[in-house]
């Protein structure tokens, strides 16, 4: 893998970085460095790093803002890409939005009710990036991504392909979509509503003061797990009496018991056992085995 990885960096040359920590990338703000990584800012270093990983055959992970990720504190034995540049551009035509992977998802709501467009104001809560969102299908507020993506541009970086593909192709579902490892999102396209600025604005605001009234700050990556069927994975936690809770250098908040919150400095691992402590303390107490809404990355993943 050592001598894959130097061949890429080769081909890379100085977009490539070695040994780059990942924790100041993520909003846990802990965890390992990534053996090389690339800042991609335009489509020819995109297609440039594709090439590069298609040939060497290296692992790779698109780290995004990183608000919805936990690295080992071992770290990433690949490549790490993340997007910038260009692909945090907006254009809004009429009721069509496109944004690139790296935009803002608090930018294109934000953007979107300035130009009198609606059915956005939901993803002003949601600090990650558009490629990231379509990526797990995020949501809130009663809404989602796929009520209003209709395609995306997706580079595959294991082969090369670089296209715009349909949203009903992408099987999006709670939390949920057919995007592989590897398949960066560029952009994505969105088909909003004619609306009324003042009223989405006035929206946003209430979003954004729901949040800071019902959900903690800090050093944490939003909902820890998936919500059950018919019931709430926050309701489960504190049920069980996990809510507080703490492993090492990471605690369950005592605002919202879905939330892990990670100590200044502190450590990716514990959040991990953390996470598997309140896995086992729900399924013994409830018999609900909750599924994680986190990416992890460089963990057990039989655990």
Same mark, same amino acid.
């Given at each position: 893998?050592?001598?894959?990885?130097?061949?890429?960096?080769?081909?890379?040359?100085?977009?490539?970085?070695?040994?780059?920590?990942?924790?100041?990338?993520?909003?846990?703000?802990?965890?390992?460095?990534?053996?090389?990584?690339?800042?991609?800012?335009?489509?020819?270093?995109?297609?440039?790093?594709?090439?590069?990983?298609?040939?060497?055959?290296?692992?790779?992970?698109?780290?995004?803002?990183?608000?919805?990720?936990?690295?080992?504190?071992?770290?990433?034995?690949?490549?790490?890409?993340?997007?910038?540049?260009?692909?945090?551009?907006?254009?809004?035509?009429?009721?069509?939005?496109?944004?690139?992977? /790296? +935009? $803002? #998802?608090?930018? %294109?709501?934000?953007?979107?009710? =300035?130009? *009198?467009?609606? @059915?956005?104001?939901? &993803?002003?809560?949601?600090?990650?990036?558009?490629?990231?969102?379509?990526?797990?299908?995020?949501?809130?507020?009663?809404?989602?991504? /796929? +009520? $209003? #993506?209709?395609? %995306?541009?997706?580079?595959?970086? =294991?082969? *090369?392909?670089? @296209?715009?593909?349909? &949203?009903?192709?992408?099987?999006?579902?709670?939390?949920?979509?057919?995007?592989?490892?590897?398949?960066?999102?560029?952009?994505?396209?969105?088909?909003?509503?004619?609306?009324?600025?003042?009223?989405?604005? =006035?929206?946003?605001?209430?979003?954004?003061?729901?949040?800071?009234?019902?959900?903690?700050?800090?050093?944490?990556?939003?909902?820890?797990?998936?919500?059950?069927?018919?019931?709430?994975?926050?309701?489960?936690?504190?049920?069980?009496?996990?809510?507080?809770?703490?492993?090492?250098?990471?605690?369950?908040?005592?605002?919202?018991?879905?939330?892990?919150?990670?100590?200044?400095?502190?450590?990716?691992?514990?959040?991990?056992?953390?996470?598997?402590?309140?896995?086992?303390?729900?399924?013994?107490?409830?018999?609900?085995?909750?599924?994680?809404?986190?990416?992890?990355?460089?963990?057990?993943?039989?655990?």
């Amino acid at each position: 893998m050592t001598d894959a990885l130097d061949r890429v960096a080769t081909r890379l040359g100085g977009l490539a970085r070695r040994d780059v920590p990942l924790g100041h990338l993520t909003t846990y703000r802990v965890g390992g460095a990534a053996d090389l990584f690339v800042t991609v800012t335009r489509a020819s270093e995109l297609r440039a790093v594709a090439h590069a990983v298609a040939a060497e055959r290296v692992p790779t992970l698109v780290v995004g803002r990183g608000s919805n990720l936990l690295v080992a504190d071992v770290g990433f034995r690949g490549l790490a890409v993340q997007l910038a540049g260009e692909f945090e551009a907006v254009a809004i035509d009429g009721t069509t939005v496109t944004a690139g992977g /790296a +935009a $803002s #998802l608090p930018v %294109v709501a934000r953007q979107s009710a =300035a130009a *009198g467009v609606t @059915g956005f104001e939901w &993803a002003v809560g949601v600090p990650g990036s558009i490629g990231g969102a379509v990526r797990m299908n995020a949501g809130g507020h009663g809404s989602d991504m /796929a +009520a $209003s #993506l209709t395609r %995306v541009h997706v580079v595959d970086l =294991a082969t *090369g392909e670089d @296209g715009w593909v349909a &949203a009903d192709r992408l099987a999006l579902s709670y939390r949920h979509s057919a995007l592989g490892p590897t398949q960066v999102v560029a952009a994505a396209e969105l088909h909003l509503a004619t609306g009324d600025r003042a009223t989405s604005e =006035a929206e946003i605001a209430e979003i954004v003061r729901w949040r800071r009234t019902h959900q903690p700050g800090g050093q944490n990556a939003g909902s820890v797990f998936t919500n059950p069927p018919g019931d709430s994975a926050g309701r489960l936690i504190e049920a069980a009496g996990a809510k507080g809770l703490r492993v090492g250098s990471a605690h369950v908040s005592v605002k919202h018991a879905n939330f892990i919150q990670a100590d200044e400095g502190g450590s990716a691992d514990d959040v991990w056992r953390l996470m598997q402590t309140v896995r086992a303390t729900v399924r013994e107490s409830a018999g609900v085995d909750l599924e994680p809404e986190t990416r992890l990355v460089g963990f057990d993943a039989s655990t």
